[in-house]
C-alpha cells in the first residue's frame, strides 16, 4: 500500500510539471459559472447585480473588473481566488 502512494505521488508530481494547468482568467471563470448554472447572461447579470452590458464586456474580456465588480462576481460564485489571482488585473474603483 505505501508502493502505491508513493507511485500515485510520483505521478501527480510529474503531471504537474509536465502537464501544468493554468488557473482560469476571470472571463473564463465567468462563462464556466453561468454554463453551470443553466442561466444566460441576462439572467446571471441580474442575479449579480450588474448591468447586462457590463457582463457582457467583462465576460467577453474586453475589460478589468473594479472592486464593485469583483464583489458582484464573488456574490455568484466566482472564486476570490480568480479573480484576485489574476496578475495582468489593476482592480479599478467605479
Known amino acids: 500500500m505505501i508502493e502505491f502512494?508513493?507511485?500515485?505521488?510520483?505521478?501527480?508530481?510529474?503531471?504537474?510539471?509536465?502537464?501544468?494547468?493554468?488557473?482560469?482568467?476571470?472571463p473564463e471563470a465567468m462563462t464556466f459559472r453561468?454554463?453551470?448554472?443553466?442561466?444566460n447572461q441576462r439572467e446571471i447579470s441580474?442575479?449579480?447585480?450588474?448591468?447586462?452590458n457590463r457582463w457582457k464586456l467583462l465576460e467577453s474580456g474586453k475589460c478589468e473588473p473594479s472592486i464593485a465588480d469583483a464583489r458582484k462576481l464573488?456574490?455568484?460564485?466566482?472564486?476570490?481566488?480568480?479573480?484576485?489571482?489574476?496578475?495582468?488585473?489593476?482592480?479599478k474603483h467605479p
Do not use: C, K, W
Not at 502512494?5 to 476571470?26: K, N, S
Not at 441580474?46 to 447586462?52: D, E, K, T
Not at 460564485?77 to 484576485?84: D, F, M, T, W
Open 46 to 52: 441580474l442575479r449579480a447585480g450588474m448591468s447586462l
Open 74 to 91: 464573488h456574490a455568484v460564485g466566482i472564486p476570490a481566488s480568480v479573480i484576485l489571482g489574476q496578475n495582468s488585473v489593476i482592480f
Open 5 to 26: 502512494h508513493a507511485l500515485a505521488a510520483e505521478i501527480d508530481a510529474f503531471e504537474r510539471e509536465t502537464y501544468p494547468i493554468p488557473p482560469p482568467t476571470i
Open 34 to 39: 453561468r454554463e453551470q448554472m443553466l442561466e
